[in-house]
C-alpha cells in the first residue's frame, strides 16, 4: 500500500467519525502508519473537510513533521507515543462520542455486555481526567496500549486502535454502541454483564473469528 492509498482510506473513516456523530466540529484525530511514518489530521480542521493531500506525514522515531505549511493535531503526541510503544498498532482513532463521554461522568469499569463487544473490542480501560494536548495525556494512553485497543478518557472521549483503519474504527462505534446500551440498561437497574467465560466462548467461536479476520483485511 502506498501513501495515497492510506491518504485516501484516511479521509474515508474521517467522513464517517463526523457522519456517525462520534465527533462535532473541530474534534477528534485519527492517524495511520506506514513505513516507519504516520499520517495525523492537521490541526484545526472538521475531521471531514480534510483533502487526501492534507494528511500531516510525521516521522514516529525523530517526531519531524514533513512541512506542507499544515500542522499536525495538537495530540501528535499520544499518537506518536502509542505508535512508538507498540509496533503492532496500524492505526488510532480519537473521538468525542457522546455515550462514551457520558458514561465516564459516572462510572470507569464497561462491562463486556452482548457478542458484538466481546469479539471486536473485548475489555476497555479508563484513563481519568488530564489536560488535553499534553504529554501527561500522550502517557497515560502510551501506558495502556500494550493491553487495550480501546480507551475511555475521563471527560474528554475516547481512543482506539487497530491493525488498521478499518479496525480501529469500527472499535470506535462498537465502544460508543456499549456505552449507550450499558447507560439506557443503568437507568433501570444494574445492568446484567456478560460472565468472563461466556466472553471466552464468542471469542473461539469460528463465525466470529471469521468476522474479525474480516475487519483486519484492508479495503
Ligand atoms: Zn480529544
Redesign the pocket.
Known amino acids: 500500500m502506498g501513501s495515497q492509498t492510506i491518504r485516501e482510506e484516511l479521509c474515508k473513516y474521517a467522513r464517517k467519525t463526523v457522519s456517525n456523530k462520534l465527533v462535532v466540529g473541530p474534534?477528534?484525530?485519527i492517524s495511520a502508519r506506514l513505513d516507519g511514518k504516520m499520517y495525523l489530521s492537521p490541526s484545526g480542521f472538521a475531521l471531514d473537510e480534510i483533502e487526501p493531500e492534507q494528511w500531516v506525514e510525521v516521522d514516529i522515531e525523530s517526531g519531524s513533521v514533513q512541512d506542507k505549511g499544515l500542522r499536525p493535531s495538537s495530540?501528535v503526541l499520544m499518537h506518536l507515543y502509542a505508535y512508538r510503544v507498540n509496533p503492532a498498532i496500524g492505526a488510532i482513532v480519537?473521538t468525542?462520542p457522546p455515550y462514551c463521554i457520558a458514561f465516564t461522568l459516572v462510572e470507569r469499569t464497561l462491562p463486556v455486555m452482548f457478542p458484538d463487544q466481546a469479539a471486536l473490542v473485548g475489555k476497555t480501560t479508563y484513563v481519568p481526567y488530564v489536560l488535553?494536548t499534553t504529554d501527561k495525556l500522550a502517557d497515560a494512553v502510551a501506558a495502556e496500549v500494550n493491553d487495550y485497543s480501546t480507551i475511555l478518557?475521563g471527560n474528554?472521549?475516547l481512543v482506539t486502535t487497530g491493525r488498521n483503519l478499518r479496525e480501529a474504527y469500527y472499535r470506535t462505534e462498537v465502544v460508543e454502541e456499549s456505552a449507550k446500551i450499558y447507560l439506557i440498561a443503568r437507568a433501570i437497574r444494574e445492568p446484567k454483564a456478560l460472565t468472563d467465560e461466556e466472553h471466552r466462548e464468542i471469542a473461539s467461536l469460528e463465525s466470529e473469528a471469521y468476522r474479525i479476520q474480516l475487519l483486519q483485511k484492508m479495503k
Open positions: 474534534g477528534g484525530n495530540e480519537h468525542h488535553p478518557l474528554h472521549g
